[in-house]
């Protein structure tokens, strides 16, 4: 089975200063890793995915991610963080070799910028 | 460009009455989610279409939930009786193909259950 553990539930950064949202998964096969980002009332919206090619994934708006199988953790960052980043952003996971296609998703990780 | 629709966006019930959510998924999606997120926490999957049939619906409530998809296209989540604690967000999301996810689901604005 396959699980995400978001640490964190909320995370205030200022403007300008480096956005780090971690992110552990567990997985009994090679995973695919995505992050999703969700704006107050509205549905998620994905950031960027992990599906086996290069470690380091580049998203949309700034926002980057490292696959660790070592440390087993998809953590996402940006290095300079913008007012318009404010949101909730969800951690997701499912077995590379799962006859399902279902996606689990971890709690989430409030991000608040600081003017 | 192409969105999930979802409606109503907003509901207030009283607990014992009915209520239903309605998507629309992007046009020629094969796969349909419903997801329930409650306040605080990540979505959790409900039920899962591909084309008219059910793929996954074990996380799904079957004494009150009931969801269907009966061309393939557009799909209905029904609540009967309401509780206090089914107020919740209701999220449908879409995906292209079917098989081992590797792309993105399209994610709609969702409906906002409040259940008095």
């Known amino acids: 089975a396959q699980s995400v553990t978001q640490l964190g539930s909320h995370v205030s950064v200022s403007e300008g200063a480096l956005v780090l949202l971690r992110c552990n998964y567990s997985s009994s096969v090679p995973p695919y890793l995505f992050w999703y980002v969700q704006y107050p009332n509205q549905g998620l919206q994905l950031l960027l995915k992990y599906t086996s090619a290069a470690t380091l994934v580049k998203g949309i708006n700034g926002f980057e991610a490292e696959f660790k199988k070592s440390e087993t953790s998809f953590h996402l960052t940006k290095p300079s963080a913008h007012m318009s980043d404010a949101a909730e952003y969800f951690c997701a996971v499912i077995g590379a070799r799962s006859s399902a296609s279902k996606i689990i998703f971890g709690s989430g990780t409030r991000l608040s910028i600081r003017p | 460009e192409a969105e999930v629709a979802q409606s109503p966006r907003y509901k207030i019930t009283e607990k014992s009455q009915a209520v239903a959510f309605w998507c629309d998924p992007i046009?020629?999606?094969?796969?349909l989610y419903w997801y329930r997120q409650i306040l605080g926490q990540g979505p959790e999957l409900l039920v899962q279409?591909?084309?008219?049939?059910?793929?996954?619906d074990s996380q799904l409530p079957k004494d009150r939930f009931s969801a269907e998809r009966l061309k393939g296209v557009d799909s209905t989540l029904k609540i009967q009786p309401a509780e206090l604690g089914d107020s919740a967000m209701y999220l449908c999301a879409s995906r292209e193909g079917q098989g081992i996810l590797t792309g993105e689901l399209f994610f709609g604005e969702g409906s906002r259950l409040t259940v008095l």
């Open positions: 046009s020629g999606h094969a796969t």
């Open positions: 279409f591909q084309d008219e049939s059910v793929v996954d």
